[in-house]
């Protein structure tokens, strides 16, 4: 009971804003680890609260990773609710040529942001946060277009943002962020049994 109080207290020194990013946050990445639609709206109430944490926090790069990430929603949500052959759209599985062409990009957008935002901004650790934005940019596209292995990115690329926001004093973001990975792999095992059935049907 004591802990139980004591958690309750901790929660509501927060950032209110802080506090609905995180609920917002962890049910949108739940829908979309079952595959289902609503995934996206509940998705553009947390980036909109987000948009305005990265920016207090100076964690640039995250910020505008917001405004791809709410393009994406809107895309997302159209792919998602097409139709074919009477079903829901497909998963799909990457192939060679695109993990490749993901992986350079990747890289070439980590030394570009990086070095501008060393340069002409305060930002924190600007080569780490252009990293984790190259990698969440990926990942959301793949998300987008059910791609299975958008679960794989994130989870690499949250275990990163956890220490990342822990050492911005975003505790619970942090905490978020580690629920993230674990809903990642259960969205990764439950995408990849349903690519199994979408493919035993063939």
Request: net charge positive; hydrophobic share 55%; charged share 15%.
């Amino acid at each position: 009971m004591v802990l139980l109080s004591l958690f309750v207290e901790w929660v509501k020194a927060q950032s209110p804003l802080e506090v609905f990013g995180v609920i917002t946050g962890i049910l949108c990445v739940y829908l979309a680890a079952k595959n289902h639609i609503l995934n996206w709206p509940v998705a553009a109430l947390s980036i909109i609260a987000y948009m305005v944490i990265f920016f207090k926090a100076k964690l640039y790069a995250d910020m505008g990773l917001q405004v791809y990430f709410f393009i994406t929603i809107v895309y997302g949500w159209y792919f998602w609710s097409q139709k074919s052959s009477g079903q829901t759209t497909r998963i799909a599985k990457l192939s060679r040529k695109e993990a490749l062409i993901s992986m350079l990009a990747i890289v070439i957008f980590t030394a570009l942001l990086g070095f501008v935002l060393r340069k002409n901004t305060d930002a924190s650790f600007p080569f780490t946060d252009s990293f984790c934005t190259a990698c969440s940019i990926v990942a959301q596209f793949f998300l987008a277009r059910k791609i299975i292995e958008n679960w794989l990115i994130w989870i690499f690329v949250d275990v990163i943002y956890i220490g990342v926001y822990v050492a911005k004093g975003l505790y619970l973001t942090s905490g978020m962020y580690a629920l993230y990975v674990v809903i990642a792999a259960i969205g990764y095992l439950e995408w990849r049994k349903e690519h199994k059935l979408q493919m035993a049907k063939q």
